[in-house]
Structures are given as structure tokens and as C-alpha cells.
């Protein structure tokens, strides 16, 4: 079946910042060759371009006509100011590829590098879009059972206020609709307690709000608890506590499987035996702990679409986060997000 | 070696809540039972009187010189409010129990039963220390290689400002040197990265404040990634991102567990051979995740020794609580902080 895009011969533009991340440029043009088996899209790597074509020069059998360079002469580094380095650096990959995709919604912009210069460069080149006062960076977490849970906002916005949630939640919510295909999603409040009247001033204040909002399926306070036995599909938090939620989950997992490693080597014979028969059901568990099979983390509010991945990230990474990107514009998310939350402008107004 | 108490022939007096919590009386009074294993100090068993006498019964052979019963008719349930029910319900095991530990402090009281009755009976019944703004509930999580850190506040204070981060800072400091031993204490800041210029508005005016004090070893920001590895001894933040961060790890390693036990059994014939070869190993692993061997939560800045522990609790979290009780009492925990912050006090009024 033919995509909307492909029905009506619209370009898909996948643009990929080449030269973001701790194995850039070489894992990220991997990952960008081989997300080319997938079809319905054309793309564009930005960095440096004798470098780019040092990289591609290893893949001797691309297509080549779905592949274009823009030349960026500067990286902005994980150790500069964001903002300072954003207005300064006007020729870095970062500058130049959410230049390109700004306002565009049939393309969207990769990025494994600085975080803070790609949240920056997505709220003051791509825009806010109306409606929307704190552009989130939402994330999915594995949970049990091969499901997962959205988690917004995870570090974008560490002070928030009560509406700030509000449009989180439903935020969170479209994107969990239009991209896993989870049908009336169910939104979860992050709080220390079930009951409604638990948790902190902002918590106690969001409740009532959230409780109000006939667009979105809230379900109430979750504990953090069970966010991982999949009580929510999408978890609403301040972007503080969504930041120690996630590092949390890194470091705890990461720490579980070195322990368990640690463990069975150095136990006895038999121990080591049972520890060869089980190695590959134990790796096949810890890839279900690979966040980056889910994508990488969408900035959702801005008038483009973001998707930022891990500085650390492999060739993988850069493919699924393709995969998630084409779905993103497939399912039109900004411009639903716009229409969405420019509605409640209107109805505040009126 | 005789402890102080002993020496001086000072009795030490643990009291604990025989009502409280899922598995009380039954598993509570085993537990206790079970403490008496251990030497210097007597018992007192707080609750309904018979209930206690018919459980105590299943011991034919304790020692019952060092245990006592102190009636109580009433117990407060986790579904009311802390305060209303502390007021209406002045014969609960909480109340008299705690009422039987305020100043005196030679004694400890533990409980499994309502937290929030617990942390209000030691508030208002037991007395804030001088110096202190919000008493706080701390506990000690498993790290990697057997290690753990002491995260503090953890629920009992979800909106804070910087002078109580700042205390909890300090007891934390004081706790884990007394009681786990530790030489001057790292303590970090859990922040949303490393950098001293990271964070939200509370934790970047408080480490500014921490970086200022002498009296403990303050380390700087810690990421919640790095706590499982061991990086700091002690993290402080405020009660509603450590009951995140505490909840968050305790239902991520129970779906860990509950999902390598799943990967193993689905397995083929090799890998169920294999997992009966590792079961013992994963066992060991699976109880260093056992938050109660480290004992329960002390709820620091009272004017007494009081332990909560969790509310599922068997025997051996009584155990344990009890053997962190004694230390408690031998380092005179209580008295080191109320020394510690009135000098702050003191120094702030010169």
C-alpha cells in the first residue's frame, strides 16, 4: 500500500545531522546507508562534506540519487552554551539542518549531538507553535512484557508550571496515538500516591486540571512503580523528574546486568555451564532494555520535526530513529499537535 | 566487646508497632522474636494485648524477661488522614508507641503500619530537633558490588527549599557515618547533570548553599545514572523526586527479575537446563535487591529513634530494623544532630 506521501509524489526529507554524537561521523552514516533499505523518503546529511564522502565512499552501492550533502563547516560541542554557540556558530550541522526542516512538515531533522544547542535550535529556529508555551522532549521506556510507556517531558523543562503539564499531557498523548498506534492512550499524572489528593503543589494543582481535559484519556495519578508493569502509555512529569526517572532506569538496568555477568562468572563449573546455556535469552532480555529500538526522543511543540538520540548512538540508533521520524510525518504529529492546542487557545479566548 | 549501654547497664528499649503494616501481628512479632537473638536490650510490643499474647504463644522458648506488652485498642490504616487520625486515635499503637520513645534516647520505635501517621506521630508527638525545619525519611539503596547509598528525603517532605536540602544534607551525612561506618561521607546533590551550573532553580541556589559547608564532604551534583554505581555515599533532594527515584528502582528491578524469570522458562531444553544451573546464583543477586536488609527508613530531625519500615514487611525486615534501631541508639544519632544544626543555628544568630 502507498503511503499519503508517495500517493501524491511528495518528497520525504530526512535530514541527518552527520556530524552529531561520540561515533559521528562514521556510526551515523552507517545507520543513515542502511535506513535506506527502507523506501518513501529521500535524504540529507549535513557536516562536513570531504568527510561525509570519505564515509560514503565505504558504501560503494547506495542510491545515491535519494542521498544529498548541505556542507556545514562547524559542530557545536556537548561543552558549549547552547544558545551562545547557536547564534554564534551560524555554519554548524545543528544551525543548518533544523534550518532546512523549519516549517517544512514532510521532512525532519536527526540529531545524536548536543542536546541543549538541538532543543535550542528547535524553539528559536523551527518556532513554538501557537498554543504551545514549552516545547517537551518526550522519550519511551521500556516496560514489561515487550510494551513501553512515553515519558514527557525528560529534561527540557526542569521548572514547569501546572499548564505546562497540561500540554504535556496532551502532547504526549497525539504522539502516543499517531505513532505506536495505541488507540485513546492513558495518560498518568508521575506523583508519589495514587489518590488524587497526593503528591506536590504542582502535582496536587495538574491533578485538577488534567481531570478537566476531555481530549486526553487521564487516568489518574501513577506511581513510579508501575510505570514499568505498563500501568500508562504516556507518563506526565516535570522535566526534572522525568530526567531522574530516565538515568535512573539507565543506571539501575545497566547496574542488573553487570551484576548479573558478575555473578555467573564467578560462580563454579556448573554455574558457568548454565550461564553459556542461558547467555542468549539473557541478551535477548537486555535488547528489550535497548530505549534505542523505541527511537530516540521527539521534541514535540516546535514548528518542525526533532528527533534527538543518544550522543552515544550506534548505526541502529540512526535507523529506527528514521523509522520513527517517517512515521512522525506520515501521521502529520506537528500539525496535529498545532490544531489540538490552538483549539484550547480559542476556547480560553472565548 | 561490651557496647556502651552495656557497660553503664543502661537499658536500651526497642518498641515496636505490633499492628502495623499487611502482615501484622503474625509476621511482626516473629520477627521480633527472632531479634531476641540478639543481645542489649529489652522489647516492648505496642497493640491489642491478646492478639499479641496469641502470637507470642507460638514461641514457647523466648526469653520473656526482655519482652513486654503495652496495650494499645486502636490502629491507624494507610486510607486515613495521618493528622485527623493521630488526634482521634490517641490509643493506636503509633501513638502510644511513639509516645513511649519521645526524648528518651535509649529507645527506638519501629513500624511497619501508615507512613503518614508514622512521620506525624514523630513530628508532633516526638518534636522537631532545634535546627531543623522538616525532619525527613532517608534510606539506604543497593548499589553495585554489595555497596548502597542513602537517599534522603524520600517522600516525607515533596516541597522543599533550599535550607532543607541543606539539613537533609547533613543527617545524611551524620547517619551514614554512624551507622554504616563511613568515613566521611560523599554526599551529592542529585541534579539533572554533573555540571555546577545544571539543575532546576532548588538545586542550583542549593548547591551553592551545600558547596558552602564545612561540616560535610559535599561532592557536587550526582545524575541519578551514576547513584547504582556507587559515585556518592549520600543523595539528597527533595521528597518528591527521591520517592520517584526510590519507587522508579524498586519497579524496575522487580520487572528485571520478573522478566528473566519468564526468558528462562520459555526457553528450549537447554535453556531450562541452564537456568536450573544459575537459579541459586540469580537468587543471591535478587536478594542484594532486597532494600530490607539495609534495614528500614530512620526518619531523621525528631526527637527520637523511629524506623519505619515497608508496610509488606516479614520477619526479617523486623530483624533488620532492629539491629539498625541499636546502632542507632549506640551512636546516639538523635543527639549528634541536634548538636550539628543548633551550631548552625547558633552560628547564623552571631
Known amino acids: 500500500m502507498l503511503c499519503i506521501r508517495e500517493r501524491y509524489s511528495i518528497t520525504v526529507k530526512i535530514v541527518i545531522d552527520a556530524m552529531g554524537g561520540d561515533n559521528a561521523p562514521h556510526e551515523i552514516i552507517k545507520g543513515a546507508i542502511e535506513s535506506l533499505s527502507m523506501k518513501g523518503f529521500d535524504m540529507v546529511l549535513v557536516g562536513d562534506e570531504g568527510l561525509i564522502k570519505e564515509e560514503l565512499a565505504l558504501y560503494p552501492d547506495y542510491d545515491s540519487s535519494r542521498v544529498s550533502i548541505l556542507h556545514a563547516s562547524e559542530v557545536i560541542s556537548n561543552d558549549e552554551s547552547p544558545v551562545f554557540a547557536l547564534r554564534r556558530k551560524k555554519d554548524s550541522s545543528t544551525v543548518k539542518g533544523i534550518s532546512l526542516v523549519k516549517g517544512d512538515l514532510d521532512s525532519a531533522f536527526i540529531s545524536a549531538g548536543s542536546t541543549g544547542a538541538t532543543l535550542a535550535g528547535g524553539l528559536f529556529i523551527a518556532g513554538r507553535l501557537p498554543g504551545i508555551d514549552r516545547p517537551s522532549l518526550a522519550v519511551a521506556i521500556p516496560a514489561a512484557k515487550g510494551g513501553h510507556f512515553l515519558l514527557i517531558d525528560n529534561g527540557a523543562n526542569v521548572d514547569c508550571s501546572v499548564e505546562n503539564l497540561v500540554q504535556f499531557a496532551q502532547m504526549g498523548s497525539i504522539y502516543t496515538e499517531c505513532v505506536f498506534g495505541t488507540q485513546s492512550p492513558k495518560v498518568g499524572l508521575v506523583n508519589n500516591g495514587a489518590e488524587a489528593h497526593k503528591g506536590c503543589k504542582l502535582t496536587k494543582e495538574a491533578y485538577e486540571e488534567l481531570q478537566k481535559l476531555e481530549s486526553i484519556n487521564f487516568t489518574g495519578n501513577v506511581e513510579p512503580r508501575y510505570l514499568f508493569s505498563g500501568q500508562v502509555d504516556v507518563a506526565v512529569c516535570d522535566g526534572f523528574v522525568g530526567n531522574s526517572i530516565l ?13 548479573l555477568k ?24 537486555k535488547s528489550m532494555f535497548n530505549y534505542e529500538e523505541y527511537g530516540g526522543a521527539p521534541f514535540l511543540g516546535v514548528n518542525a520535526n526533532i528527533i534527538k538520540i543518544h550522543g552515544s548512538s550506534k548505526s541502529s540508533s540512526v535507523y529506527h530513529a528514521v523509522k520513527q521520524a517517517q512515521r512522525m510525518i506520515e501521521n502529520r504529529i506537528v500539525e496535529k499537535i498545532s490544531d489540538k492546542l490552538t483549539q484550547n487557545v480559542q476556547q480560553t479566548n472565548n
Chains 1, 2 share one sequence.
Do not use: P, Q
Not at 247 to 259: A, D, R, V
Not at 263 to 278: D, E, N
Open 247 to 259: 538515568k535512573c532506569s539507565e543506571g539501575l538496568g545497566m547496574m542488573i546486568f553487570s551484576e
Open 262 to 285: 558478575g555473578t555467573l562468572r564467578t560462580g563454579g563449573i556448573l554455574t558457568k555451564i548454565g550461564a553459556l546455556l542461558v547467555k542468549k535469552k539473557l541478551y535477548t532480555l
